[in-house]
């Protein structure tokens, strides 16, 4: 990114110049000067769900700062992929401006939908232009484009999307259901049997139908286990408090005891407590 012009002090440009600055080879940080994109990569993944977690619990103070640190991330790798002379920030930014402004033709442009859903359909026709265009002629499968290293339960969902666009689909959330019923039962079997390669396979089948599910729903499966995930805490909180309250800890009590609890935190949830 070039450098900012005389008079102008944005946080941008200084974010960068400080990136730069971590980066540089003579006074620069050691440990920044050590990263790669591979081994950035993880942090960026991680900031991405500190974001997300921030909107969860609704705390704006949280988000403005985890919007940063994912923000710094996007700075890291261009600055990165600068040194190797192969783009900058100011690329990445021209890049994702082209890319709204090409989606977005009936704000752009002259073309007008007459709802929602034939925008959703347009902007998907869009993005296939994009993706062929991308491809060329080395294109081979219509789920070679979802990245290999999204959460697996999200590119579930996509991998089904892809597939579905082409008819490759169950008809109804009736139809999954009874799928998710067959593959529970085989997944049953083979922990009976107790070979753990093949429990491995089975239980990967019941989280794809489950996947599946969730797109015939509408629901991101990733949410709704990051809501699960947060009730569960909230509920084995309470039976550390209630055990607390009473002179014992998890470790000294018995199943029952917390089952009874767990069903006690249960109640005042629904009861508004």
């Given at each position: 990114m070039p450098p900012a012009p005389a008079g102008v002090?944005?946080?941008?440009?200084?974010?960068?110049?400080?990136?730069?600055?971590?980066?540089a080879p003579q006074?620069?940080?050691p440990w920044d000067l050590e990263q790669t994109f591979s081994t950035i990569a993880p942090y960026t993944v991680e900031e991405a769900y500190?974001?997300?977690?921030?909107?969860?619990?609704?705390?704006?103070?949280?988000?403005?700062d985890e919007?940063?640190?994912?923000?710094?991330?996007?700075?890291?790798?261009?600055?990165?992929?600068?040194?190797?002379g192969a783009f900058d920030f100011a690329a990445v930014a021209e890049a994702i401006n082209d890319k709204m402004v090409r989606r977005h033709p009936h704000v752009?442009?002259?073309?007008?939908?007459?709802?929602?859903?034939?925008?959703t359909e347009a902007w998907e026709r869009?993005?296939?232009?994009?993706?062929?265009?991308?491809?060329?002629?080395g294109s081979k499968s219509l789920l070679d484009e979802v990245p290999v290293g999204l959460p697996a339960l999200t590119r579930a969902v996509k991998l089904s999307k892809r597939a579905a666009r082409v008819g490759f689909v169950w008809p109804s959330a009736r139809e999954v259901l009874a799928k998710l019923h067959e593959e529970v039962a085989e997944l049953e079997a083979e922990v009976a049997g107790g070979d753990v390669e093949r429990v491995r396979d089975e239980l990967g089948d019941v989280l794809f139908v489950c996947a599946n599910l969730a797109r015939?729903?509408?629901i991101d499966p990733e949410t709704a286990l990051r809501g699960t995930n947060a009730k569960f805490v909230r509920r084995f909180r309470y039976i550390e408090a209630e055990l607390a309250a009473r002179g014992s800890s998890p470790e000294a009590s018995n199943l029952a005891e917390m089952d009874a609890l767990w069903d006690a935190a249960k109640a005042a949830e629904r009861a508004g407590g």
């Open positions: 002090d944005h946080p941008i440009f200084r974010l960068v110049e400080i990136m730069a600055r971590l980066r006074g620069g940080c500190e974001v997300a977690d921030a909107i969860e619990r609704g705390d704006l103070a949280d988000l403005r919007l940063g640190d994912l923000l710094l991330q996007v700075v890291f790798h261009a600055r990165m992929a600068e040194e190797e752009f442009g002259a073309v007008r939908h007459r709802n929602v859903a034939e925008q869009i993005k296939e232009g994009e993706r062929a265009a991308k491809a060329g002629a015939e729903l509408d």
